[in-house]
């Protein structure tokens, strides 16, 4: 049970406390609570564009919550994307415990509750997912058949990232390399390759296991945190391009 605790405070660094909303970058939103299948409530934000726009389901990663990734999510709406993005459970306002378990039904509770809005066209949401949100978009698209993914900075496994001992006591965890090959969504993968926390040769070997249709797309000089600074407009062009390919009919 000790080593359990350890494990977890050493993977997970949840942020109970919102520091910003879209609302403080002047961007309307919807601060929305949903359930999942246990009956624990979350929260996220929904950010419109309308009802036609493609819906991006929003997994952000390990550290902080929802709050720190406002930045990103305005530039996303900036390329004519609806948002939802939410926190898992034990992050932010949303209830519960975190798991690793406990993230994945949280992500399918998201998508289904995405679904279920008669102001969306089911159709077109899809998850996006940065680093351990990654491995959360992998699993949700390979139970739910999403028209497309997209990944950024995710690793073939938490084990992978550690070595000797270290590496035994997250053997299994969020595993996306046995789940890529079942995935049948297209696929678009994003990796600086300067990445100090993932190594750029696990996202090449995650990209090698993938089925098509799959793209890799590599930005050059970006490190685990900093793609879309590095890249510029070019990484939302890039997202943008990618979308509405696979969503056009």
């Not at 399918?108 to 509750?113: F, G």
């Not at 965890?173 to 049948?184: R, V």
Request: contains cysteine; hydrophobic residues 35%; charged residues 25%.
């Amino acid at each position: 049970m000790k080593l359990d605790l350890v494990i977890m405070s050493t993977l997970f660094s949840p942020d109970k406390e919102l520091w910003v909303d879209p609302g403080d970058a002047g961007i309307p939103y919807e601060d929305v609570y949903f359930k999942t299948k246990h009956g624990l409530e979350l929260n996220g934000w929904f950010l419109n564009c309308g009802k036609e726009d493609p819906t991006l389901l929003f997994c952000h990663g390990n550290a902080g919550n929802m709050s720190n990734r406002v930045t990103h999510i305005r530039l996303f709406r900036g390329i004519g994307l609806n948002i939802f993005i939410f926190d898992y459970r034990g992050y932010g306002h949303s209830q519960g415990e975190v798991s690793e378990k406990g993230i994945y039904e949280d992500a399918s509770a998201a998508y289904l509750y995405l679904r279920s809005r008669d102001d969306l066209d089911p159709k077109k949401i899809f998850p996006f997912g940065e680093s351990m949100g990654g491995a959360v978009a992998i699993d949700l698209a390979c139970k739910h058949n999403p028209p497309l993914v997209i990944v950024q900075s995710v690793p073939t496994s938490i084990e992978a990232l550690f070595k000797g001992e270290r590496a035994s006591h997250f053997r299994g965890m969020f595993d996306s390399l046995s789940k890529i090959t079942h995935l049948k969504s297209p696929l678009l993968m994003i990796y600086g390759d300067k990445d100090e926390l993932v190594p750029y040769a696990l996202g090449r070997e995650l990209f090698r296991a993938a089925n098509r249709p799959k793209e890799f797309y590599r930005i050059k000089g970006a490190g685990h945190n900093n793609t879309f600074d590095v890249a510029g407009d070019e990484y939302f062009h890039k997202i943008r391009t990618f979308v509405l390919k696979h969503l056009r009919k």
